[in-house]
């Protein structure tokens, strides 16, 4: 348990409390999010021989449709696969969470509020329905966390410097092709680590460490540069994940949406992010104090605020306030348990040199248990588990298609039919995605005019021309709490 103990406690608690928490989970019928049935799709067109960008549209990073492509090798129709990138994603979570907590206090001590972070961070209003892109991006937010503590508070020698900047340059890089608007958080670990390395090292050591920084962020981009350049489709990888998403999807080119309206919307954002999500909004705002308490030194009484700051501030500053937009300022709520931490170490030892084994083990069963109740109660996806197969509509209008019939989904980002079916995409727009293309209209009425597909899946409305070639064969209702929306299920005639 020495060795392995970290590992197991965080495959344990990321499994139980995930069980629970995520629509992917084998405990739910099927997740009907639509965005990341939109990622569920695009990973199954890339298996399937298709090319993310130039034959399918959405606008989110490569890494992403790669993981739920294998995924979708593990499990054709259903998100199994996903679940279990989703517990992997949120193990190496845990794991760097309790080594850092380790690092504060003791072992015994990361085990008790391993499950307390975990519950705090994927039962929380942030997490919504599982399967986000920001979720996978957790592991690599939280081993740069870790090892900014290391450079902050022990003297590496030059060899661990060179581990540390290149492992976390590989996590930019991966995370830049995931979702690029993190990058204020690595900007502000590069901040804060340079001007602490500044007065311990000389400046060509310094220079070294940022140039290999950039290097090996650099380096994860590379096959993908290559499969776009083979496939002729580097400049659909810039249209689409770069300068859509800046131009198109965002407010930050509004004239509008000027400096002022910017920050007043982002401030009151974060008003609602931490009243919906106290759970682990409590721990960061605990960490801001307790570090600006218990540690010396400037930088590292502020290093957690001013990342949170970043991080925040890039995120939303395009004016979008999707709730799992904020899933990457989970990672900061490490620093905030592990202070706690040290607190309860000190209040323990205060009362007895040496803590009873038998003690330990029952503080670590009642609050993993008592993690695993608030998770289970407290997610927005509590209820979705007591649906029956007869209470969702996906798996109703599944029984008209078959594998091999073609489909498009209109006025809706992909709400799980493809899946469901095991349909492969064959339009470049097979959705009505969130962005505001003329393009993806015009294109999409097309292929109602053409009569393209087998069937047409068109939500809220019934589109224009559509009678032309097709005639409708159910109509189904999506109730659930906070969310009603009317399906309409076409078939070509």
Known sequence: MNKYGLIIWSFVCAAVILLFTTRSSVLFLCNNWDDANSYFSMGKGMMNGLVIYRDLYDQKGPYLYLLYGIAYLISHKTFFGVFLFEIGAAMI???????????????????????VVGAAAYASWSFYFGGAAEEFCLPMLAIAVYYLDVILHDEPDDDVYRRIFTVVGVCTGIVMQIKYTLAGFFFAWILVS???????????????????????????SLPWMIYFILTGSLDDWFRCYIYNNIFHYSHVSSEEYNLFTKFYEISKTLYWLIRDSYSYSALIIAGFGLQIVME????????????????????????NKLPYYSIPLIVLAIPGAAYIGRLLQLALKKYSKEIPAAFCIAGCVAVFAASVLFAANTTM???????????????????????????????????????????????????????????????????LKEGRTDYVLAAQYEPEFIDEHYTLLETYEYLEKDHEEVFFLYKKR
């Open 93 to 115: 979570f845990l794991f760097a969470t309790g080594k850092y907590i380790e690092r504060k206090s003791s072992r015994i001590v990361a085990y008790v509020l391993m499950p």
């Open 381 to 447: 996806n509590a209820n979705y588990r007591s649906f029956k197969k007869e209470d969702v509509w996906l798996l109703k209008a599944a029984e008209h298609l078959s594998e091999d019939d073609t489909l498009l989904e209109l006025n809706a980002i992909d709400p799980g039919l493809y899946t469901v079916t095991g349909i492969v995409p064959t339009c470049e727009y097979f959705q009505t995605n969130g962005i505001n293309l003329e393009t993806m209209f015009e294109e999409q009425k097309k292929y």
């Open 194 to 220: 340079m001007i602490w390395m500044a007065g311990k090292k000389s400046f060509y050591f310094c220079a070294k460490m940022f140039g290999r920084f950039i290097v090996f962020a650099i380096i994860p």
């Open 296 to 319: 010396k030194g400037i930088i590292r009484r502020i290093s957690s605020a001013l990342i949170f700051a970043c991080t925040y501030v890039v995120i939303f500053i395009g004016g």
